[in-house]
């Protein structure tokens, strides 16, 4: 009996911690619940708390006045940038706290996950998703229309960057594609390396490796030993300022050390310092210097880039990042659909989200078809480079805030 | 492969190593002594690498002044972790001790998420990424430090083992707990002392961590791990199996991401493909206990 008391205890202590913030899963009248898996811990902690923010403050917002005479109430969890994590959090999403649709998220990895687990369900949840960019991932489920998708695909990605790699003098001959060996960088490296080569581009490697890994100095020296005009990688945060420290400790000096989205956080720069983030380069879709007028139908929730910029910074003391105002305006999106369609019917609900036509401090809020996909938001991505603690935007030249640094300063004197 | 590239790959693989070691002793030192396998043992380390952060970005005390500090509180942390919760379950099946450990592993981790949030947190030491160039090969300051860590705690805890009475003591008990309570040890004193000590390791590896990479609350899963394997084989209980089997590790890891394309994603999956084989051939590990 002790023993079987023992079990049971240090069992139900296991289970408290796990479900620690979970929330209640009983159903109430008076919220419309919203569900958010977020990579909160792991790798993609960095920009996964930035969403977080973001949807915290729309929550905070859209509830002044409220939606339908009920507040929104968002339930987070954590998938620790683990699919089968992400899997168990979107079930426990929909079968217990009745979730009307889910908003948010970070990974191609895990958001593949998670779509397939919404096929399981009739009907599927609605989805305003800020975490798929994968090809795969449009192809697959891009017809569905209650998915709405807010980043830009990886082929807008990778033709960014082919036309910024292009743009450079002189001209980067050789690039070396390292890239975390999941759905997210395998299948943006495949594109990467289809589109480079397409454009002249020697890719001497497309390298994959272990996500969260302590220590990529043998990735390094393998990429270092080739001597790549541009180490090119595609990963997550920890993966950035692991490949920052190391490629210094190693002096790896390629002309350009290029990556994807998660080097623009400020988690990145703080965690590697001003130095050592000098010179770097990044995709965004967003900076807060951008200028986009507010909304005419929503001004109080979709204001000017500058005010947002200012009530995000006065709030939570730092700057925000792309999936602030990405997961930001999400949530709007799907607060203002459900407000229109009057009620909580998934069919008036799509229809309602997929008439928005609106400017938002991200840029024209319009859900239109992409390649695959019948609903897609944002197709504009732009190259910045950190530059004094900044990031300054250099591609394309029409929206430029600065001159590129290239080649990349060495190690050595810094 | 050139000679330096053969002395940059080996050296990247001792530091590797290094690391590894630190977190992997402490590990088996409390199991070679208490027969626990302690699977809160990576989220000391995490502990660590957050008391050296905070100690840092609060007050600025520099790792390497504050890291004495560490080993004292994580040996502190250890041994009320044994006092209070482990001693209840010595006498208890293996299960009722796995589900106990898991479950302050799991406090632990939510505990961080909770006072911390997941934010990566990195500390800047003006010697954590500089680089030292010795004959065309690379080396990071503070990994070589790590690395200096590593080996002089190791050989600290060699000379307790095996020149002290309170080493005499562990490994007394470590052999025969019943004998060694008859002959007047006092053995729970013993098994406090040996999770001090594993905590206190676990907290230098934190150390290490928080200046070469970064923390954030799931750091000790990414280590606890890689312990466990290490110290299956190197022997469950065996320190200098540990030790063995870290360098055989981290060397396997840093040969085969170097060398093999593709090297990233098949490292760690050749390590357990090792672990595997090691253990058809030798089922108790490299050094371990019969």
Redesign the interface.
């Given at each position: 009996m002790r023993?079987l008391r023992?079990?049971m205890g240090?069992?139900l202590?296991?289970l408290a911690?796990?479900s620690?913030?979970a929330g209640p899963a009983v159903a109430a009248e008076d919220e419309i619940r919203i569900g958010a898996v977020w990579?909160?811990?792991?790798p993609t902690?960095?920009v996964?708390?930035e969403g977080r923010r973001g949807m915290e403050m729309a929550q905070e917002l859209i509830n002044r006045k409220g939606v339908l005479g009920k507040k929104i109430r968002v339930i987070f969890e954590?998938d620790?940038a683990d699919p089968a994590v992400g899997v168990s959090a979107t079930e426990k999403l929909i079968t217990q706290d009745k979730v009307v649709a889910f908003v948010g998220g970070v990974g191609s990895t895990i958001c593949n996950a998670m779509l397939g687990a919404f096929e399981k369900y009739n009907p599927r949840p609605i989805g305003v998703l800020t975490g798929c960019g994968a090809t795969t991932i449009e192809q697959r489920f891009g017809k569905e229309r209650g998915y709405f998708f807010v980043h830009p695909w990886e082929y807008y990605y990778q033709s960014t960057m082919r036309d910024f790699l292009l743009s450079l003098t002189p001209r980067p001959q050789t690039v070396f594609i390292?890239h975390e060996?999941r759905l997210y960088g395998t299948s943006h490296a495949k594109m990467a390396d289809e589109y480079f080569k397409e454009a002249g581009f020697k890719v001497v490697?497309r390298?994959?490796?272990?996500s969260?890994?302590?220590?990529?100095?043998?990735?390094l020296?393998?990429a270092k030993?080739m001597n790549p005009d541009v180490f090119y990688w595609i990963a997550y945060?920890?993966d950035a300022?692991?490949i920052t420290?190391?490629g210094?400790?190693?002096?790896f000096n390629p002309r350009l050390y290029a990556s994807t989205v998660q080097l623009g956080t400020q988690?990145y720069r703080?965690?590697?310092?001003l130095d050592?983030a000098e010179a770097f380069v990044g995709i965004t879709v967003w900076e807060p210097n951008a200028d986009f007028a507010a909304s005419r139908e929503w001004p109080d929730l979709l204001p000017s880039t500058r005010d947002w910029v200012r009530e995000y910074t006065a709030r939570y003391k730092r700057e925000p990042h792309y999936y602030s105002i990405m997961s930001y305006v999400a949530l709007v999106a799907a607060a203002k659909g459900i407000e229109a369609a009057g009620s909580l019917d998934r069919e008036k609900v799509v229809a309602a989200i997929e008439k928005i036509n609106t400017m938002s401090p991200m840029g024209p809020l319009k859900f239109s078809p992409s390649k695959f996909a019948v609903n897609h938001a944002f197709k504009q991505m732009m190259i910045f480079q950190w530059q004094k603690g900044q990031k300054a935007l250099l591609f394309p030249r029409d929206t430029a805030t600065g001159a590129v640094r290239y080649p990349f300063p060495p190690?050595?004197p810094r | 492969m050139s000679a330096a590239m053969l002395a940059q790959v080996t050296a990247n693989g001792l530091s590797l190593a290094g690391l590894y070691a630190l977190v992997a002793v402490g590990l088996t030192l409390v199991f070679g002594v208490m027969r626990i396998l302690n699977f809160a043992h990576g989220e000391f380390v995490m502990i660590g690498a957050y008391l050296t952060y905070w100690l840092f970005a609060l007050w600025g005390v520099d790792p390497l002044l504050s890291f004495a500090l560490v080993l004292a509180l994580m040996a502190l942390l250890g041994a009320l972790v044994q006092v209070t919760l482990v001693t209840r379950v010595l006498a208890a099946p293996h299960l009722n001790q796995i589900l106990l450990t898991f479950g302050i592993a799991v406090t632990l981790q939510n505990l961080a998420l909770l006072l911390w949030t997941g934010d990566l947190r990195a500390i800047k030491v003006w010697y954590a990424s500089t680089a030292l160039s010795v004959a065309g090969v690379s080396l990071s300051l503070g990994r070589t430090v790590g690395i200096l860590i590593a080996a002089t705690l190791t050989v600290g805890l060699y000379l307790l083992l095996f020149r002290t009475e309170y080493g005499r003591a562990l490994r007394a008990v470590a052999q025969d707990p019943d004998a060694a309570l008859v002959m007047g040890i006092p053995i729970q004193r013993v098994y406090v002392l040996a999770m001090a000590i594993g905590a206190a390791y676990a907290g230098a590896a934190g150390v290490v961590a928080s200046v070469s990479m970064f923390t954030y609350p799931l750091l000790g899963f990414l280590f606890g791990l890689k312990a466990f394997c290490v110290v299956i084989l190197g022997g469950l209980g065996s320190v200098f199996g540990a030790v063995l089997a870290s360098l055989f590790l981290g060397l396997v890891e840093s040969f085969v991401g170097t060398l093999i394309p593709q090297g990233g994603s098949w490292a760690e999956a050749i390590s357990f493909i090792v672990l595997l084989l090691v253990l058809l051939v030798r089922p108790r590990g490299i050094l371990g206990l019969e």
């Open positions: 023993e023992a079990v240090a069992a202590l296991a911690a796990m620690w913030g990579g909160l811990t792991g902690a960095g996964s708390q954590d620790k390292a060996d490697a390298e994959g490796f272990k969260g890994a302590p220590d990529l100095t043998p990735l020296t393998r030993g945060g920890a300022i692991l420290k190391q210094k400790e190693l002096g988690e703080d965690a590697v310092g050592n190690w050595t | -």
